[in-house]
Nanobody, 118 residues
Framework: VQLQASGGGLVQAGDSLRLSCAAS????????LAWYRQAPGKDREFVAL???????KYVDSVQGRFTLSGDNAKSTVYLQMNNLKPEDTAVYYC?????????????WGQGTQVTVSS
């Protein structure tokens, strides 16, 4: 499974961005797709997740501002980010998990930089 993340950029506080994560396989074949982010000097942290059943989960700091959606025909998951804050500045990575037997295989895409100026 290959994941291609895109859509990052430099924006001002309050602006919006939409990140895309394109998968090389049918996203319905994946158990979940998620976004993580890593700010300079910090550990990578979970941001949001969507399951192949459409359930979503968000970290508290982005709840109400970020929204996940998927386009099955394009094998792409989107992270709509509204009302961006300087603390959202980070490299954003998409991640996929697929259960194989009793184990999960985890895949990572390359990062896309999001910079929010105050």
């Amino acid at each position: 499974v290959q994941l291609q993340a895109s859509g990052g950029g430099l924006v001002q506080a309050g602006d919006s961005l939409r990140l895309s994560c394109a998968a090389s396989v049918d996203i319905l074949s994946l158990d979940a797709l998620a976004w993580y982010r890593q700010a300079p000097g910090k550990d990578r942290e979970f941001v949001a997740l969507i399951t192949n059943g459409g359930r979503t989960k968000y970290v508290d700091s982005v709840q109400g501002r970020f929204t996940l959606s998927g386009d099955n025909a394009k094998s792409t998951v989107y992270l709509q980010m509204n009302n961006l804050k300087p603390e959202d500045t980070a490299v954003y990575y998409c991640n996929a998990a697929r259960k194989t037997g009793e184990h999960y295989s985890v895949y990572w895409g390359q990062g896309t930089q999001v910079t929010v100026s105050s």
